[in-house]
């Protein structure tokens, strides 16, 4: 029997590390049956993947695995203390099965299948670190353990990968090191407990990857891995220093010694430096303000603004440079009393935030004051000094609304919008009618705009400038960096902001700058809607607005019909043709020297910069989600519902095609903020609330952001 057999096998001498099953029982069945009746040894055989089945004394394994016979073609026999193992290799499905002979240890009753009372844990490690898997298990007799990678896993496989692995094994405990951990060690690990009644085993999975590798640890506090929760966090070290060299901190403090002021620093996100050396911290006298904020100031809803308070040390003890810290005004400020300080505290209320200088943004009539924060005599008495309370009046931004008649908008690499509202392009090289008085043989007005390359590629076309003549003897020329020629000289605008021009038939036209528009109002009348204006960004934006009161128009801007279907009418012919032809017949050519945009070859650009059309609408997508310009475009802001879907597309086609403005060098600007102002302005116009788009946007919407695009502007300025 099969059973004896085993028994024979431990007596042995086996002489390779591998044998052929089926010759060996054939070879000993014989000798097996002789010893049926004198067994000395109890044998146990199991299937690793059914622990709970196990051969009764005396009985086959064949019961158990009835094709073993046919399944094993090999085994291999390892000693290790009192126990024996052999494993039965199922080669045809990639099985391993173990069968374990037990010297006599006594009473077979007391035997118990292996326990594992303490499995390996998940680990996420560095590459080059050290790990250990740790595994404990209890049974009897006494398991042997093992760890080693999942596809590796079998009983007699416990060996060393080289000098970087250490197994370190000892009664029913085994650790398993990597010293220099590598990608490759990366996988799964599996703890084998063992012995003769039965193979339990417990999973663990080692992940090879930096947790600290995306942390940046600020304020001294360094990044620690929690390997098993493969989490990391930063956290203070801690400060290991325990000589005693007192000094005292700018926070008015004595401490230990300079590591404990670090290791408070780190804690509580201060940056506190050393005041005195060698000497306790005496009584310092309260410091004196400098300079203090106004007492009232007039801000714009949501708009960002600033004030500034400085104080410094004092009296004949001055201690260190004060903090500065503002609080909103939401009760009654604290009375200093200094016979008795303890009679005010550090509380004031809602913090807003430390600075000398400090930026607000403000929605309704708040009172705020600052507080200098000096010290703490014996680390128990602060020492303040707080300002007057600062009154912040808020008033609601301002609106451009127009309350005439249609407008026309031309802008960007090169887009326009009809009087009418259609959207087309036209790339043309040269200088255009963009609206004129067509009523008569001879119009009042006409508004001219030059078009020229605005990309280093050579295509497209940008706005350089618009010219307006009035009433046939004036003309006003608006520049790139809002440069004014009136009649060919430069006209200033006077320090009041509003310029006055009188025409030679008596009539008054204005000049002005407006929520960064250069704006020419011409053609007054008593009644304020009947008037026009001429917008100018400076740049490459032109806006004009007709009055309540217009006449028939013509030019690239359209015929201000209300018939959308009619705008594209040649000039001479008024033939509806297509854009480009359009446009041809509405150039001011005197010297014949523009070339014909219809004679330009197809311009591709949508396969040419396909590559930048995922981050064109990103940034597009970006902007136009701005609170009040998606307010504008829902309709639920005050005004009138305006679509945003053709200043979006002009967003993203000039973002991907146009190189005009240089990117990344005026901060909070590029050709895609060109689209979104324009989109803005027309909000303003129909009553939106608009004053927030450049803030809310990214557009330079910071003061310091607005002002270096009005230099950018402003570098386009030459003298005539």
């Not at 002979?101 to 490690?125: E, H, R, W």
């Not at 597009?620 to 979006?648: E, H, N």
């Not at 002009?650 to 590029?670: K, Q, T, V, Y």
Request: aromatic content about 10%; hydrophobic content about 35%; some cysteine.
């Amino acid at each position: 029997m099969f059973v004896f057999l085993c028994a024979l096998l431990l007596s042995a001498e086996v002489t390779a590390d591998f044998l052929d099953l089926q010759d060996i029982i054939d070879s000993h069945l014989e000798e097996a049956a002789a010893l049926e009746e004198s067994v000395e040894e109890r044998i146990r055989c199991r299937d690793i993947s059914d622990i709970e089945t196990l051969c009764e004394h005396k009985t086959q394994c064949m019961e158990v695995m009835p094709d073993l016979p046919d399944l094993c073609r090999s085994f291999k026999r390892e000693k290790t203390g009192v126990d024996e193992f052999v494993e039965i290799i199922d080669m045809r499905r990639s099985e391993t099965h173990i069968i374990e002979m037990l010297s006599p240890l006594g009473s077979f009753a007391d035997a118990s299948p292996p326990i594992i009372i303490q499995g390996p844990k998940n680990l996420t490690v560095t590459p080059g670190s050290q790990y250990q898997l740790e595994c404990k298990a209890e049974g009897a007799p006494t398991p042997k353990l093992t760890i080693t990678r999942l596809e590796e896993a079998s009983m007699n496989r416990v060996k060393s990968k080289g000098n970087d692995i250490n197994i370190q094994m000892s009664a029913a405990h085994v650790i398993h090191k990597n010293e220099r951990v590598q990608p490759q060690d990366e996988g799964w690990y599996r703890c084998v407990a063992a012995n003769s009644r039965g193979v339990v085993f417990a999973d663990a999975f080692l992940r090879v990857y930096d947790l600290c590798g995306d942390i940046t640890c600020t304020g001294g506090r360094v990044c620690v891995p929690d390997n098993e929760a493969a989490t990391a966090s930063c956290v203070c070290p801690e400060c290991m220093d325990i000589s005693y060299s007192p000094l005292c901190g700018s926070d008015c403090v004595t401490h230990f010694n300079y590591c404990q002021l670090e290791y408070k620093n780190c804690l509580y996100g201060t940056s506190y430096t050393r005041f005195l050396d060698g000497s306790f911290c005496p009584d310092f006298t309260p410091p004196e303000f400098v300079e203090t904020p106004p007492r009232e100031v007039d801000v714009v809803s949501g708009k960002a603004f600033t004030l500034t308070c400085r104080a410094a040390p004092a009296g004949d003890r001055p201690g260190p440079p004060p903090i500065i810290s503002w609080y909103l005004a939401d009760y009654e400020a604290p009375t200093l009393d200094y016979e008795n300080p303890t009679l005010y505290g550090p509380d004031y209320g809602q913090k807003l935030g430390d600075g000398e200088t400090i930026k607000l943004r403000m929605t309704e009539n708040l009172d705020v004051f600052c507080v200098a924060h000096q010290c703490k005599h014996g680390q128990s008495i602060p020492i303040d000094i707080v300002s007057d309370q600062v009154t912040v009046y808020v008033s609601p931004g301002e609106i451009n609304v127009w309350n005439g008649g249609p407008s026309c908008q031309v802008f960007g690499d090169p887009h326009i919008i009809t009087f009418d509202n259609v959207v087309y392009e036209f790339e043309g090289h040269c200088e255009y009618v963009l609206a004129m008085d067509c009523e008569k043989p001879k119009g009042k007005w006409s508004v001219y705009g030059s078009f020229e390359t605005c990309s280093t590629h050579g295509r497209g076309a940008c706005l350089s400038s618009v010219t307006l003549y009035y009433d046939g003897d004036t003309s006003l020329e608006l520049l790139r960096g809002k440069i004014v020629n009136h009649g060919g000289k430069r006209f200033s605008l006077p320090d009041s902001g509003l310029g006055k021009i009188t025409t030679p038939n008596g009539e008054e036209m204005y000049i002005f700058e407006k929520d960064g528009w250069l704006v020419i109002k011409f053609n007054l009348a008593d009644d304020l809607t009947s008037h026009y204006e001429l917008r100018w960004d400076g740049l490459m934006s032109a806006q004009i607005l007709l009055g309540a009161n217009y006449p028939a128009t013509c030019g690239l801007c359209g015929n201000a019909n209300n018939d959308t279907s009619d705008d594209f009418q040649a000039r001479w012919t008024k033939d509806i043709v297509s854009t480009a032809k359009f446009g041809d017949s509405w150039r001011i050519d005197r010297r014949n020297t523009c070339k014909k945009t219809e004679e330009l070859p197809p311009w591709e650009w949508q396969k040419e910069f396909e590559d930048r059309r995922q981050e064109a609408t990103r940034v597009c997508s970006k902007m136009f989600d701005a609170p009040q310009l998606v307010k504008c475009a829902s309709g639920t802001g005050y005004g009138k519902k305006i679509s945003a879907k053709p200043y979006r597309d002009a967003c993203i086609s000039d973002h991907m095609r146009s190189d005009f403005l240089p990117e990344g060098d005026i901060s909070g600007l590029n050709m895609a903020c060109v689209a979104v102002m324009n989109y803005a302005e027309r909000c303003g116009n129909e009553a939106n609330e608009n004053h927030l788009w450049r803030e809310e946007s990214g557009c330079a919407g910071e003061p310091e952001e607005l002002e270096k695009f009005t230099e950018f502007i402003g570098e386009f300025d030459c003298d005539f």
